[in-house]
């Protein structure tokens, strides 16, 4: 019997779809009845329509013929770099890995004519930069150039700025730049220690840079005067090129500075590649200049003439030395000089050589040219007598001697004894009948002696002095000219006067050089100098005796240039002084000229002191000292012994 259960009934299981079979059978699907019979069946969304992609060949085709273009312009232009523009290419690549440097030629030496250096030659070093060495590129920061210049400017004494234009120039390309020439060896030194401690810091410490990586230097040499000042106008001095500006070193510079040679060599970061090779032309030395001068006469003219300058408070002096016999200058002193050693500290006035310089009126030492004229032409004799009164009158003047006198009975000796100028106008007014015919033979004289043209030494800015021709003087002139007003010369020129009478009457041209050593250790002397008879050697002879009475008569006018056992012939001059800033007569020109010993020449002195303003300025009085103590010195260092021959006094004057 069937027990009857008051539960619900169970519910009617709906069948579901069929899983599928585990083997490979088709999968069976359910009855449309089923489906329907039980719960409805939600509607599924619709799959996304797909996207029919084209064929890919037609895309890669076109990278392949992209990729294919560009490995044919590879491989063109790597047949043009290698093969059609390879020597270009390479000549470039070698451009910009080499550098090139100039071997400055050892400049020649300088000395007296005893060997002594007066000019010479130093090692030194030229500071310089690749300037491509101080990029960004290069050292990774800014600022290379400025700080690389901090350091350096401190001890090459220059303006950073300026250094820092030179490491940062407008050419990117460039690769040499000079920071400073001649230098010490002490300073380059400075600078490599400096360089090697920002090195090892560097290496140490990443973050630190050598700036100073690109600093280099050129071998080279440096001009430098042992002696300062001495004979510095003669010499002069090499500028910041290293060529003579001025005095021997410019005259000859061409000789002095030899050849400069040439070095090319490859570099990488600021060094040397041993092993790339270089190419050098050597550089030829200078040749060595052997002067006529003499260092210890030189010193003694130097040291004579700078105190009485200074004494006198002047505004210029010098003192010249000659050889009677070779024409030969043994010493050319000037004060104030200057030191070429240091010419940040020189005054640019005194930085010449005045004594060849300064043109300049005489005054009565051209007197004894005068002298000449009256004696060679045959119109008086030392002892004719010359009348002087105190004052004399020609043309539109009024003419006076450096002092009032009573009528003055002299002899033509005692004229230029006492240095008259009345009685040098009326001796030389014999030379003709007429003052046109008196003016033309005195100027053949003054142009024999030396006036009025260049004296021969071919010294840089040497003047020939002023002197017109006879037709063009004034009427003054005709007057003041016998005496020494009126035409001007140089120190030089006034010597080469003396010298000429000392020497018998012919003139020598004066020179400065003996001669030059070239490289190869040859000497080659100086060409032979000029002469030019001027006077006969009678009349050179007689105006030496008359010459000694303006220094051993006691009324002479030179007797403080007497040296004790020598015989002295000397003149003095004291001249109106033309002002050069105003053009006016200011101040005097005092001087002293002669030679010694008077019979037997062997050496002429010249000074000169331009408006002395303290003390006496007569020329007797403060350049016969100076003529006295050179001349002294100058005859012991020559070991000039005296003659010992007793001087035949000549007259001064008569009695009426």
Known sequence: MTEVSDREPPRRRVPGPAKPARSGGAQRRPAPAARSAGRPARSRPMPPAKIRLGSPRPRLRMVSLALTLVLIAFVVRLLQ????DASTYAAKAEKNRYVGYTLAAVRGGITDRNGVALATSVDAYDITADPTLFSREQL?????????????????????????????????????????SRQTPQVWKQ???????????SRRDKSTVNVLTGVLSVASSKRVYPNGDLAAGI??????????GGGVEQ?????????????????????????????????????????????????????AIAQQVEESRADRGYVIVQDTRTGEVLAMANSPGFDPNDLSAADGENMGNAAVQDAYEPGSTAKVMSMAAVLEEGV?????????????????????????????????????AKSSNIGTILATGQLGRTQQQVNKVLYSYLRKFGLGSYTGLGFPGETRGILAAPDKWSTSQQYTIPFGQGLSLNAMQAASIYSTIANGGVRVEPTLVRGTKGPDGQFTDAPAPKKTRVISAKTAKTLARMLESVVGDREGTGTKARIPGYRVAGKTGTANRVDPATGKYRGYTSSFAGFAPADKPRITVYCAIQNATAGNYFGGQICGPIYKKVMEFALKTLQVPPTGAKAAKLPVAYKP
């Open 81 to 84: 770099v290698q093969a059609v």
């Open 191 to 201: 600078i490599k220690d400096l360089k090697s401690a920002l090195a090892t810091k």
């Open 251 to 303: 005259q000859l510079n061409k000789q002095l500075s030899g050849k400069d040679g040439e070095i090319r060599y490859a570099q990488s970061g600021g060094r040397q590649v041993p092993t790339a090779g270089s190419t050098e032309t050597p550089a030829v030395p200078g040749s060595d200049v052997e002067l006529t001068i003499d260092r210890d006469i030189q010193w003694a003219a130097q040291n």
């Open 235 to 244: 010499l002069g001095w090499v500028n910041a090129d290293g060529k003579g």
């Open 140 to 180: 990774k920061i800014d600022d290379g150039p400025e700080q690389a210049a901090a350091l350096l400017a401190p001890i090459l004494g220059k303006q950073p700025d300026t250094i820092v234009k030179k490491l940062r120039p407008a050419n990117k390309n460039l690769r040499y730049a000079l920071l400073a």
């Open 380 to 416: 008086a004799t030392p002892g004719t007598y010359v009348v002087v009164p105190n004052r004399l009158h020609r043309g539109d003047r009024l003419f006076k001697d450096d002092i009032d006198h009573a009528t003055w009975y002299l002899t033509l000796n005692g004229v230029l």
